[in-house]
Every structure is written in structure tokens, then in C-alpha cells.
């Protein structure tokens, strides 16, 4: 089985407050930590295991520019085989159907058997998968946290739907699906592992690479268009209980007595 | 505007979700001179009681029965909305799980823009639709501009808008199912897994002390029992803890996980994403305690305490011992 597992970079929410910057065109990026957007790395860690079963391997694939490869290689001392970055000035602002364009035109010049994206990234719209899918007129599911390989290509699947709830299918490969966080346990990375791949080669490809007609992504081809960035209105808020964290506990169980929390 | 509104009914065992009258709303923010079309896909007495239902918020309503649309299969119905809805349309579609499922291929399949999870709806300027949306978990919004000269989906959040009080529109019901055309799919539905629930029923408490990912470890978890036991309450957790199997599914608060309805709810480490809020029903009294100022949790707890809760948790153990011992 020939798993693609397409992966972004995004700044790391566990390790930043995100904030504007002075002219509110945008999060202030200075000093951000980076890092493999959260769900992609269980879309990976669950390609890795698939192919562990069903034999095959695992390239990990990402659109932007040469800062991102280092997620390429920290998927590759995951484990994956192979890292491809797509790259170009013409796919600079991009929106979501652009960047499923660009990744439909490497898929169209390769062979996948499966395509995994995580379930969404923490700026995103859940969309890539969706309509990388349409595109190929492949099958698609979203929110998925199980995956079985059945006989006569095809997988049995878990979609995580309300309440907890699974919802099982059967889909035909080849298919792309949308990886929901908690499917697994993604491996740990060393130091180590990260040295292992730091000399390998990964290729970059652009839009001639691809056979891309220059305006088919990028900014002019962006339906969608975000304007700005802006904090939202706090409402009413919280009422903030300050003081020395004794008094504040105090002040805090004489609240929450009052509200029939406390016998 | 020319582009026709359509919004896009989810409904189950023959009752409309919330979302209908929240997108009949979101609509007329788009384009207030004109109705929207309900769209609602199924089959059999469900699907027409769901249709009669709708008469009340509609006035034209577009039904689409076919016996495989029983169970709303997003690959199915995706291929029916593609030919049955006009060219240049305006979509809006709950953003919950069918319509993650569904909308960004179906944007696609129709050729539209497609914009996400959006909270609200700005203005029209021109052939451009002015819309927010939240990013990094609700720290930060944005304005985002949709051209919709070709038509657009839009997924709205549930519980953003308001479903309007109405006189009731008389609405006709329009059978489409013709238009829909042969339906098959490279994915076929099963069945449904039903959660279980676990040792503790968390729907059930008065009072949760719910833990996020700033409880940092699963050996920390205990502080939070600790201090759960000393209020006679239960520990429940936010969708990380449970990611990182340092709590079981069952204790999970939100729209994937359970619902509930305490008097009391300690928010601790919970940065209050809104499918997490989304589990919180009855109006308790929340306390926020975190360690970032500007966590979106703040916004809608009754009360909130910056303190780092590795801390915190203990000291308030202690204070809630002492008490009951006095």
C-alpha cells in the first residue's frame, strides 16, 4: 500500500499565547515556535503502522516554501520514507482550494493508494482533504479514528461523529482521509532519529514541475481572502479573582458554596 | 444579490436539528429581501415529517428522497446537492461533523468558494461576502472576504446565530428527487458504535473539576480526583487529555464527547475551544483557572483565576478538607 500523508507547519498553540501584531495585518510571528500541525503527525504515525502491516511506504508531503522542510524530516525520523516539497512563487497566497490544487497535480503524476491529511490545522478550515478528494473523484471521509484493511481494496473505517459515537464505513481505495486526533499514539522523536535524516536528500517541485498552469493556484486564483486579524470582544468576561492564591481560594469556595457546589 | 440562499438541513429519527433556524438567520444577514430554500436529503415518513416541520421557518423547502439517504452518507448527498442546486448559489451548512464531511468537496463539485466554521456574518460588498472566523482555538479572529460571482458553501457554526421569532411562512414543500439523478458511492455506511459509558456517568454530577492539557501529565491527573473527591464531584477532561489516553473517552466534555449539565464546573488547564463548549449544558457557574490570561476560556466562565493549576488544585484540596473537617 502506497500511503501519502500530506503535512503542515504551523505555529505550536502548546507553546505560544498567539497575538497581533502593531498593525493588525496579522499574528505577531517574531520569536513563534513552529511545529508539525498536530493532527498530521497521527496521520503519519497511523501510515507508518498501515504499511507495517500491509507493506508499502510512506511519503510525507507539504506545500510551501524551505523553512518547512524540517517537518518533512522530522516525519521521516518518524519513520516515513520519502519527503516532497512543493514549492513556488506561484502559490504564494494560496487558499485552501489552491493548496488541494497543487497537491492534486503531484498526485496526478504519482501513484497513492491512500492519502491521509490530519483533521485540520489550528488557522485552517478542515478543507484540503475534502476537496483534494473531489478533484481526484476519489471517496473521502473526514474525523476518522479507525482504520482496517479489508480484503479486495477497500478499508473499514471509524468516522467520530456526536456524543462520542463511531461511525463505521467501508470505502474503497483508493480514497483520502481526514485523520482525527487520538486515532494512535505517535512515536516519539530523538535527537537521534532527527540526525539520522538531516543529509537526506528531499526533493522540491514547482509549478512546472507539476504541469501547472501558472494562475491554476496562488493569490490569483484565491477565492477566499483573509483581511486581517483581530482579538474578539470579551463580552461580559470572567470576574477575576486576584489576590494571594489563599484568599483567592477562600473567596473561591464561598462562591462555588453559594452555588450549591459545596455542602 | 442575485446568488439564490440555500441552507442545508441536518435532522435525525424525523426532527430538524437546532442548526435550521440558525442558518434561516445566518441567511438573512447575507440577504435579508429574500428567503432562503431549505434543502433536506433523507427518506421515508422521517424525512417528510422533517419537511412539515420546516414549513414553520420557510416558505419554499426542497426535499431530496432517495431509500439509500436514510442514513445521510456526505458522499451520497454531495453528489445529489451537486445536480440539483442552480448554478451561483449561496450554501450554508452546519459546520459539525456531516458538514465537514461534506462541503469541501461539494465546493468543489459546484465550482464555489468555500470559507469554514464561520461566527459571523459581516456585510456584501459588491460580488465579495464579508465573513469571521476563528483561528488558533478562538484566540484570534479574522475578517475573511469570499468572492461568490460562482457561488459559494459556507459553514456555519452552530450556536452562532440566533434562530429568529417568526409568524409562520406557510411553506411548500418541492419535491426535487427527480433532479438528484442515480446515487452510488465508493463509501457505504455500516454502522453506528455507541459510546460507552464508562465507570462514571459524567452527564450525571453536580459538580466537575475538568482538566485540559495544562494538567501536563497523566501522574497529575490525581490532583484533579483529589480535589473532585473533596467536593463530592467527579474528574472530567477536554478533548488533549483524552488524545494523550491520560483519561478515558467516557470523561470527555464536548461536541465529540458527552454532554453536560453540573451546578459547578472548574475549568482547570482548559484553554475553552468551542467544541468543548459545545458539551456545557444548563447554565453552571464556571470557573476558569489558567495559567495564559488570554486563554478564550475567560470569555465565558462567571469567574477566572490566573494561577498555574498543578499548584492550585492541592491548595484548594487542602482549604476543601479543612472545611468539611471543621
Given at each position: 500500500m502506497e500511503i501519502l500523508v500530506c503535512a503542515r507547519r504551523v505555529p505550536d498553540t502548546s507553546e505560544n499565547e498567539i497575538e497581533l501584531n502593531s498593525a493588525g495585518n496579522d499574528i505577531e510571528r517574531d520569536d513563534l515556535v513552529y511545529s508539525v500541525n498536530e493532527p498530521d503527525n497521527y496521520a503519519v504515525e497511523e501510515a507508518l503502522q498501515i504499511a507495517g502491516r500491509a507493506g508499502g511506504e510512506v511519503t510525507v508531503v507539504t506545500v510551501g516554501?524551505?523553512?518547512?522542510e524540517e517537518i518533512l524530516r522530522r516525519e521521516m525520523a518518524m519513520g516515513a520514507n520519502h519527503g516532497v516539497l512543493l514549492s513556488d512563487e506561484a502559490f504564494a497566497g494560496s487558499d485552501g482550494r489552491g493548496i488541494a490544487t497543487i497537491l492534486k497535480d503531484y498526485v496526478a503524476k504519482n501513484h497513492y493508494d491512500l492519502i491521509l491529511t490530519g483533521v485540520q490545522a489550528e488557522d485552517g478550515g478542515a478543507q484540503v482533504g475534502g476537496m483534494l478528494a473531489a478533484m481526484l473523484d476519489y471517496p473521502f471521509a473526514s474525523l476518522v479514528n479507525s482504520i482496517e484493511v479489508l480484503e479486495g481494496r477497500k478499508l473499514k473505517i471509524g468516522r467520530e461523529i456526536e456524543g462520542g459515537n463511531k461511525e463505521m464505513n467501508e470505502i474503497d481505495l483508493p480514497c483520502v482521509l481526514s485523520i482525527q486526533t487520538g486515532i494512535n499514539e505517535p512515536r516519539y522523536v530523538g535527537m537521534r532519529g532527527i540526525r539520522q535524516v538531516a543529509s537526506v536528500n528531499i526533493p522540491t517541485l514547482g509549478a512546472l514541475d507539476l504541469g501547472m498552469p501558472p494562475d491554476a493556484a496562488g493569490e490569483a486564483a484565491a477565492k477566499v481572502k483573509r483581511l486581517d486579524y483581530f482579538v474578539p470582544e470579551q463580552g461580559a468576561g470572567a470576574e477575576m479573582l486576584a489576590g494571594e492564591r489563599e484568599e483567592v481560594i477562600d473567596k473561591l469556595i464561598e462562591l462555588v458554596r453559594v452555588k450549591g457546589g459545596l455542602q | 444579490m442575485t446568488n439564490r440562499i440555500f441552507t442545508y438541513i441536518v435532522h435525525k429519527s424525523g426532527v430538524a436539528d437546532d442548526t435550521a433556524g440558525e442558518l434561516a438567520a445566518a441567511a438573512r444577514k447575507i440577504d435579508a429581501s429574500q428567503p432562503a430554500t431549505a434543502i433536506v436529503a433523507g427518506w421515508g415518513a422521517d424525512l417528510d415529517t422533517v419537511c412539515n416541520s420546516l414549513r414553520d421557518s420557510y416558505a419554499v423547502i426542497w426535499k431530496i428522497a432517495r431509500e439509500n439517504l436514510a442514513y445521510p452518507n456526505a458522499e451520497l448527498v454531495r453528489k445529489a446537492l451537486a445536480r440539483v442546486l442552480p448554478a451561483d448559489c449561496i450554501l450554508l451548512v452546519p459546520h459539525a461533523h456531516f458538514g465537514v464531511d461534506l462541503s469541501p468537496g461539494l465546493s468543489v463539485k459546484m465550482n464555489a468558494a468555500y470559507v469554514s466554521d464561520v461566527v459571523q456574518i459581516d456585510c456584501l460588498e459588491g460580488p465579495f461576502l464579508r465573513l469571521v472566523r476563528q483561528e488558533f482555538g478562538g484566540q484570534v479572529s479574522t475578517h475573511v472576504r469570499c468572492d461568490i460571482s460562482s457561488g459559494a458553501v459556507v459553514n456555519v457554526r452552530p450556536g452562532a446565530f440566533q434562530a429568529l421569532e417568526s409568524a409562520p411562512a406557510g411553506g411548500t414543500v418541492v419535491d426535487k428527487s427527480e433532479e438528484a439523478g442515480e446515487l452510488a458511492a465508493g463509501r457505504r455506511y455500516l454502522e453506528t458504535l455507541v459510546a460507552e459509558t464508562g465507570?462514571?456517568?459524567?452527564?450525571?454530577?453536580?459538580?466537575l473539576v475538568s482538566v485540559g492539557?495544562?494538567?501536563?501529565?497523566?501522574?497529575?491527573v490525581a490532583i484533579a480526583e483529589e480535589l473532585a473527591e473533596a467536593m463530592g464531584g467527579a474528574v472530567s477532561c477536554s478533548r488533549p487529555v483524552v488524545d494523550a489516553k491520560?483519561?478515558?473517552?467516557?470523561?470527555q466534555v464536548g461536541s465529540s464527547g458527552q454532554t453536560v449539565k453540573p451546578k459547578v464546573y472548574l475549568a482547570c488547564g482548559i484553554s475553552g475551544s468551542f467544541q468543548h463548549l459545545a458539551?456545557?449544558?444548563?447554565?453552571p457557574f464556571i470557573v476558569a483557572i489558567n495559567k495564559n490570561p488570554k486563554a478564550p476560556i475567560f470569555r465565558v466562565a462567571d469567574v477566572g483565576i490566573v494561577d498555574d493549576i498543578l499548584e492550585f488544585l492541592p491548595a484548594m484540596t487542602a482549604k476543601v478538607r479543612e472545611r468539611s473537617d471543621a
Open positions: 516554501g524551505d523553512e518547512d | 465507570d462514571v456517568d459524567i452527564a450525571k454530577q453536580a459538580v492539557r495544562g494538567i501536563q501529565e497523566k501522574e497529575n491520560w483519561m478515558a473517552k467516557s470523561r458539551g456545557i449544558k444548563g447554565n
